[in-house]
Each structure stands twice: as structure tokens, then as C-alpha cells.
């Protein structure tokens, strides 16, 4: 139930921020009802404005990977921030996180670091224009990339959730003019036929080709490996860039991404979310043949104030020091997995379609008989059912994400107690689905 004090913010926030929130999918409008407004979050916990606890499934989108406010990053960032906020000038914390990139991410032989994923793949693209002199480029129906002009087509994640627009070439927003969008090709995610098809015809074309290696943009989508393997080769004949967008997957499914897991190798990386550590900082890179593209020591422009922010270069710095810990990312893995098991278990007790899987710290939930393996088999899946599910969590303190369009994702502070708890409190749920 929402509190009156939350309609009350909400409503104010309504007649001063669109929507009365500053991004779109927070606004509940996919589930219905009023957003819940948090005041404190601790390891895997977060309190309400009421007070009300919850254990937190969406950890800011996934950057909270250690769970909310630890005491090393904390420290961390309340040090460095006593000396400035901000300088606009080179600091030695900006090589020594490029470094670490370098030595978690090897691909990324030259790194940039920016303020978002949006600005990290918007700039990726240029760049990839700049080094190959073509104009189109490649992406995927359903994954999202940021919502820079050229990658709202076909997009994933809050477009799917407020039903926008999704035809070939045509814009998932208005705002972006069609001449735009016309540069931008799309495929169904998974379709090795279809990419073999497209590089025959226009390979040589293709700037570059955009990939969520993982997608998390239209819930959780799992790469087949043929997939995977047959785009790499693709883009090697034709001499296009391959970037993967690991804004979400960069070291959540893996250490070393899901380029590791995979173990295929892009020729660009976009980064975001964990090496922020919930503060904003993202980041590309890749080959140096490439990256040498950008000013001051190329022709292909890109800059920004914040860049490498030393307050926020600092909070990724001590999260992506604690994330290397021994067996950090196998336990992180096991405790998303008997997590996505549990909730399988209990809803084919209950009899309800349900189907749900991993990566990493990464998980999706379908009221589907089976996982999906494309936008499509996405979209078939029960969503009524999940906004249903989503509010009976929510009222037993469980926060999912907002939409049956978003992956999960569990951090290194959940302890099997919240998994149980979770698990207990879905059972509940799916018998109240069961017998409606």
C-alpha cells in the first residue's frame, strides 16, 4: 500500500520534475501505482521514506554490486572529496583506473572515461565512424544502449515499457528525426541467419555493430555462443567495429566481463554502472589503433567537464579493488543462482508459468514457460501476471525492478537469510496469482 507521505512527493514532484521522476522507468507507470522514494540504503537492504525495509533486487540498476553504502567505499569517497570535488584538470586517479581497466579488461588497451553509459556508447559510435569513415551502423531489437539520437531505434528497456514505436529505421522517441534513425539497422538478437544475411549484403557498410553481450534491456537475455562467435567473424571480414556494451554486464557477470565469460573479443568496450560504484562514471576503450582517433591526438571530438570526475573515479577505484577478491564473482553467481532457483521451485508448486534464470550477479524473471531467447519470445511473456507478482513483493518488502522488461541483479551483500526470505514471500505470491 502506498503511504499518503509518498503521494504526497510524488504528486509535488509531478509539478516540478516531468513525470515527477528523472528517469522514466522509476515512475511505475509500466506496474501501476506510486513510485516507492528512498531515504537510506545498507548492504542489501534500503528504507523507504516511511521507514519501511526491503531487500533491494535492483541495487541502482546494478552498480551497487558490494550492496549499498560499504564502509570501505564510503571512506573512500569521503576522503578524496575533502580535497575537491572537482577540477576539470588530469588527476593520478584518472591512469590508475585506466590501468586497472586495462588489466581486468585487456581489450581495452586505451581507456576514456565520461559521466554515463549514454555518453560511453554515444561516443564509442563516433569513434568507430571516425576510424572507418562509414555512416551505418548495427544494433539488436530490444537492447538499449543510452538514449543518444542514433541508438533510440528499436530500443529496449523503458521504450519497451512505455510501448513506443519499435519499426526498422523508424525512432522509438520523438525528438529524433527520422534521417537519424535511417542510419541505424536492426536485427533480432540471436539470429545468426539473419547477421549472416545483412554483413552478405552491406558488411562493408557497417561502421560498427552495438551488442549488449548479455542483454539485460529487455529482461534478461542469455547470448547463444554461435551467435556470439559468428558476429566477432563477421566483423573481422568486413572491417567493422565490434563494440560490446558491458555498461551492464562489466564486471557483474564476470570479472572480466562477458567478453571473458564468453571469451570473445570486441574491438570496443563501453563501461558504466559498477565502475562508478554507484556514483556516475562511465568509460570506453579498446584497441589503441582505434582509440588514437580521438582528439587532442585525432580528429574525432569528444570531451566533457566531469570526465573523470576524482570523487567518483575514487568510488569505482575501492569497488572494483573489493570485487577482486578470491571467489568474489563464483559466490556472487551461486547466491543469484539459488536465488532464481528458489523462485522456479515455488511457482511450479504453486502451478503458475514461470520460468527465470542467471548470469553472474545478473537474473531474469518471465511468467513464460521458457527463458526467452529474442525480443519477441520477450514479448509474449504474461505481463500482467509480473505487474501482479511485482506489488505483492513490493507489499511483503521486496523491491524488483519496476517492469517485466528489466533484469535483476543481486549483490554481494545478500545473505541467504534475504534469498529464503525472498523465496517464502514469493510462495505467498504465486499461490495469491494461483488462485485468482
Given at each position: 500500500?502506498?503511504?499518503?507521505?509518498?503521494?504526497?512527493?510524488?504528486?509535488?514532484?509531478?509539478?516540478?520534475?516531468?513525470?515527477?521522476?528523472?528517469?522514466?522507468?522509476?515512475?511505475?507507470?509500466?506496474v501501476g501505482g506510486t513510485p516507492v522514494f528512498f531515504k537510506k540504503g545498507l548492504g542489501?537492504?534500503?528504507?523507504?521514506?516511511?521507514?519501511?525495509?526491503?531487500?533491494?533486487?535492483?541495487?541502482?540498476?546494478?552498480?551497487?554490486?558490494?550492496?549499498?553504502?560499504?564502509?570501505?567505499?564510503?571512506?573512500?569517497?569521503?576522503?578524496?572529496?575533502?580535497?575537491?570535488?572537482?577540477?576539470?584538470?588530469?588527476?593520478?586517479?584518472?591512469?590508475?583506473?585506466?590501468?586497472?581497466?586495462?588489466?581486468?579488461?585487456?581489450?581495452?588497451?586505451?581507456?576514456?572515461?565520461?559521466?554515463?553509459?549514454?555518453?560511453?556508447?554515444?561516443?564509442?559510435?563516433?569513434?568507430?565512424?571516425?576510424?572507418?569513415?562509414?555512416?551505418?551502423?548495427?544494433?539488436?531489437?530490444?537492447?538499449?544502449?543510452?538514449?543518444?539520437?542514433?541508438?533510440?531505434?528499436?530500443?529496449?528497456?523503458?521504450?519497451?515499457?512505455?510501448?513506443?514505436?519499435?519499426?526498422?529505421?523508424?525512432?522509438?522517441?520523438?525528438?529524433?528525426?527520422?534521417?537519424?534513425?535511417?542510419?541505424?539497422?536492426?536485427?533480432?538478437?540471436?539470429?545468426?541467419?539473419?547477421?549472416?544475411?545483412?554483413?552478405?549484403?552491406?558488411?562493408?557498410?557497417?561502421?560498427?555493430?552495438?551488442?549488449?553481450?548479455?542483454?539485460?534491456?529487455?529482461?534478461?537475455?542469455?547470448?547463444?555462443?554461435?551467435?556470439?562467435?559468428?558476429?566477432?567473424?563477421?566483423?573481422?571480414?568486413?572491417?567493422?567495429?565490434?563494440?560490446?556494451?558491458?555498461?551492464?554486464?562489466?564486471?557483474?557477470?564476470?570479472?572480466?566481463g562477458a567478453q571473458a565469460l564468453y571469451n570473445i573479443k570486441p574491438d570496443l568496450t563501453?563501461?558504466g554502472k559498477v565502475i562508478g560504484g554507484g556514483l556516475p562514471v562511465g568509460a570506453f576503450?579498446?584497441?589503441?589503433?582505434?582509440?588514437?582517433?580521438?582528439?587532442?591526438?585525432?580528429?574525432?571530438?569528444?570531451?566533457?567537464?566531469?570526465?573523470?570526475?576524482?570523487?567518483?573515479?575514487?568510488?569505482?577505484?575501492?569497488?572494483?579493488?573489493?570485487?577482486?577478491?578470491?571467489?568474489?564473482?563464483?559466490?556472487?553467481?551461486?547466491?543469484?543462482?539459488?536465488?532464481?532457483?528458489?523462485?522456479?521451485?515455488?511457482?511450479?508448486?504453486?502451478?503458475?508459468?514461470?520460468?527465470?534464470?542467471?548470469?553472474?550477479?545478473?537474473?531474469?524473471?518471465?511468467?513464460?514457460?521458457?527463458?526467452?531467447?529474442?525480443?519477441?519470445?520477450?514479448?509474449?511473456?504474461?505481463?500482467?501476471?509480473?505487474?501482479?507478482?511485482?506489488?505483492?513483493?513490493?507489499?511483503?518488502?521486496?523491491?524488483?525492478?519496476?517492469?517485466?522488461?528489466?533484469?535483476?541483479?543481486?549483490?554481494?551483500?545478500?545473505?541467504?537469510?534475504?534469498?529464503?526470505?525472498?523465496?517464502?514471500?514469493?510462495?505467498?505470491?504465486?499461490?495469491?496469482?494461483?488462485?485468482?
Amino acid at each position: 500500500m502506498t503511504s499518503t507521505n509518498q503521494q504526497q512527493l510524488f504528486e509535488k514532484s509531478q509539478q516540478f520534475i516531468p513525470g515527477g521522476v528523472n528517469s522514466p522507468v522509476r515512475a511505475f507507470r509500466s506496474v501501476g501505482g506510486t513510485p516507492v522514494f528512498f531515504k537510506k540504503g545498507l548492504g542489501s537492504r534500503l528504507w523507504d521514506v516511511d521507514g519501511k525495509e526491503y531487500i533491494d533486487y535492483i541495487n541502482s540498476w546494478g552498480p551497487m554490486i558490494l550492496g549499498h553504502a560499504h564502509p570501505e567505499v564510503i571512506k573512500a569517497v569521503q576522503d578524496v572529496a575533502a580535497n575537491s570535488l572537482s577540477f576539470g584538470a588530469p588527476t593520478g586517479l584518472e591512469l590508475e583506473i585506466a590501468q586497472l581497466i586495462n588489466k581486468l579488461v585487456p581489450s581495452m588497451e586505451q581507456v576514456r572515461l565520461v559521466s554515463s553509459g549514454t555518453e560511453a556508447t554515444m561516443s564509442a559510435i563516433r569513434v568507430a565512424r571516425g576510424f572507418t569513415g562509414r555512416s551505418k551502423i548495427l544494433k539488436f531489437e530490444g537492447c538499449y544502449h543510452g538514449h543518444s539520437d542514433a541508438l533510440l531505434v528499436k530500443a529496449g528497456s523503458g521504450l519497451l515499457t512505455f510501448g513506443k514505436n519499435n519499426q526498422a529505421g523508424v525512432p522509438s522517441s520523438a525528438g529524433v528525426p527520422a534521417e537519424v534513425a535511417a542510419h541505424t539497422l536492426t536485427l533480432e538478437y540471436n539470429n545468426t541467419e539473419a547477421l549472416k544475411e545483412l554483413f552478405a549484403a552491406m558488411g562493408d557498410e557497417l561502421a560498427c555493430v552495438i551488442i549488449e553481450p548479455v542483454v539485460g534491456n529487455m529482461n534478461l537475455v542469455v547470448p547463444h555462443m554461435e551467435f556470439l562467435q559468428t558476429l566477432r567473424e563477421l566483423c573481422t571480414k568486413h572491417g567493422t567495429v565490434l563494440i560490446f556494451d558491458e555498461v551492464m554486464t562489466g564486471f557483474r557477470v564476470h570479472l572480466g566481463g562477458a567478453q571473458a565469460l564468453y571469451n570473445i573479443k570486441p574491438d570496443l568496450t563501453t563501461l558504466g554502472k559498477v565502475i562508478g560504484g554507484g556514483l556516475p562514471v562511465g568509460a570506453f576503450g579498446g584497441r589503441k589503433d582505434i582509440m588514437q582517433c580521438l582528439a587532442p591526438v585525432g580528429a574525432v571530438y569528444q570531451a566533457g567537464t566531469l570526465s573523470g570526475n576524482p570523487v567518483a573515479v575514487t568510488a569505482g577505484l575501492a569497488t572494483l579493488k573489493l570485487i577482486q577478491a578470491p571467489d568474489f564473482h563464483a559466490k556472487l553467481a551461486a547466491q543469484t543462482k539459488k536465488l532464481v532457483d528458489g523462485l522456479v521451485v515455488a511457482a511450479k508448486e504453486a502451478g503458475v508459468v514461470f520460468s527465470a534464470q542467471s548470469v553472474g550477479g545478473m537474473f531474469g524473471l518471465y511468467f513464460s514457460e521458457k527463458c526467452p531467447s529474442s525480443f519477441a519470445e520477450v514479448m509474449q511473456s504474461n505481463k500482467e501476471n509480473f505487474n501482479k507478482f511485482f506489488h505483492l513483493m513490493l507489499d511483503a518488502g521486496i523491491y524488483l525492478a519496476p517492469s517485466a522488461f528489466e533484469a535483476g541483479f543481486v549483490s554481494a551483500a545478500h545473505t541467504d537469510q534475504d534469498v529464503e526470505l525472498t523465496i517464502n514471500a514469493a510462495k505467498k505470491a504465486f499461490s495469491s496469482l494461483a488462485s485468482h
